[in-house]
């Protein structure tokens, strides 16, 4: 039995078929529902300072804590709007794999892409393009999800999806 089937038929044996609802209702039912918002994404890198210039100078972004730990550690919080994201040197850090272009980069398992919602996608690329930056994925309509979309990468690949919502 190969290992998906195997968790399906164990989650089924054991009445767990209903998520993660069906663990613990009594604390939902009680009211104690955890709420998160949204505080940082951490992206480790290899060139903090390159990775760091991209994102103030082409993105906007402001240097917000700036924690080196040694020669072997580095954090850096860089912000722009409710937008935060934790830069993170660490010295023996491997690379992650490779990633096609959207949507193929997707093929890969865990977190595809940083999504960043702006105004006007059109607008945004020109300010890009004044910078001398050229999307990886030019401006695409994706109307099931009432959005457009463009995407660029970060020097070090890290795709960055720049959206723009046009519906509902």
Do not use: C
């Not at 960043?116 to 999307?135: C, F, N």
């Not at 994925?137 to 959005?147: H, N, Q, S, Y």
């Amino acid at each position: 039995m190969n290992k998906a089937v195997f968790a399906i038929a164990l989650a089924g044996a054991l009445g767990l078929s209903g998520g993660a609802n069906a663990q613990a209702p009594e604390y939902q039912e009680a009211g104690q529902a955890i709420e998160l918002e949204h505080f940082m994404t951490a992206i480790s890198v290899a060139d903090i300072e390159a990775v760091t210039a991209f994102y103030v100078d082409v993105l906007d972004f402001e240097v917000v804590k700036d924690v080196p730990l040694g020669e072997e550690m580095h954090f850096r919080w860089i912000r722009n709007g409710n937008q935060g994201i934790e830069l993170v040197y660490m010295a023996n850090s491997v690379a992650g794999p490779e990633r096609g272009t959207p949507p193929a980069h997707l093929e890969v398992r865990g977190p595809g892409q940083l999504m960043m919602r702006v105004d006007d996608l059109e607008a945004t690329k020109a300010i890009l393009a004044s910078k001398g930056v050229t999307p990886d994925v030019d401006i695409t309509e994706v109307a099931p999800l009432g959005i457009k979309v463009m995407f660029v990468n970060d020097p070090e690949g890290n795709l960055i999806e720049l959206v723009e919502v046009t519906g509902d």
